[in-house]
């Protein structure tokens, strides 16, 4: 296994290939969903922008679509950073520099899927 | 491999197609909406806390400041969506020749200029 591939979100380029597709269409639905609540809705208040987000299903749905945005993100920089920070185009110190920045993105992926969970579950 | 193969991959040499604008492009609102999912998650924090924090944020998205951070964005999102359902096609076999390539680069640059315009006045209005 290459060494570019340890950081990769599933060692694998074929499955991070259908997660970020399948991932991408979760998201898709779940903006459908939120957009068409905020487009037609008309003007909404806080007791029923509470109410929508207490609601089982909706909960669910954002839950799947942060953790789609997590594998999404990881995936797409990941492919991004690999590409990008080499030694190639920023000389001998690349590799580290890519790994402190890919493991600063994994953090921040994280820090995400937590907060987002806090904010669901908070209600 | 052989490392001392020749690369000319100098982007500032090379004239580019349309189709690798539409493609760095991708690559650009991707990154902005990996930091911009920390504002969102801001928002969607304040707007579910409490009543008080829910109104502080309708009072902070009346700003033009405000209205053109999110603005920006939404572009960046309907650009990236747009973009990436034109990857499913592609997925499909549709679209994959050089022609077939710049009319979906085209395409998507035509419906996300659109969509872009249509969410600015959606905020604005």
């Known amino acids: ?123 | 491999m052989n490392d001392k193969r020749p690369v000319n991959l100098d982007i500032g040499t090379i004239s580019l197609p349309i189709t690798a604008y539409t493609s760095i492009l991708h690559r650009v609102s991707g990154v902005v909406l990996f930091f911009a999912t920390g504002i969102l998650l801001w928002m969607l924090d304040a707007s579910l806390a409490s009543q008080e924090s829910f109104d502080s944020l309708k009072a902070i998205l009346t700003s033009p400041f405000a209205k053109l951070v999110l603005w920006g964005i939404l572009a960046a999102l309907v650009y990236h969506l747009i973009a990436g359902i034109r990857h499913l096609f592609m997925d499909f076999g549709i679209g994959e020749t050089l022609e077939g390539g710049v009319l979906g680069a085209r395409i998507v640059i035509g419906f996300a200029a659109l969509s872009i315009i249509i969410v600015g006045a959606w905020i604005w209005l």
Not at chain 1, 15 to 41: E, H, P
Not at chain 1, 42 to 58: C, I, Q, R, S
Not at chain 1, 93 to 117: E, K
Request: net charge positive; proline share 1%.
């Open chain 1, 1 to 123: 296994m290459a060494v570019g591939n340890v950081t990769s979100f599933g060692r694998n380029g074929l499955s991070d290939w259908l997660l970020q597709r399948v991932s991408a269409v979760v998201m898709t639905v779940y903006m459908v969903f939120v957009f068409g609540y905020l487009v037609c809705g008309g003007e909404v208040t806080y007791a029923d922008w509470k109410a929508l987000h207490g609601n089982f299903f909706v909960r669910l749905l954002s839950l799947f679509a942060v953790l789609s945005l997590a594998a999404h993100a990881w995936i797409g920089m990941w492919g991004v950073l690999t590409d990008y920070v080499t030694v190639r185009l920023l000389g001998p110190r690349a590799t580290a520099i890519r790994i402190f920045l890919q493991l600063g993105m994994i953090a921040m992926t994280l820090t995400y899927v937590v907060w987002a969970i806090v904010i669901l579950w908070g209600i």
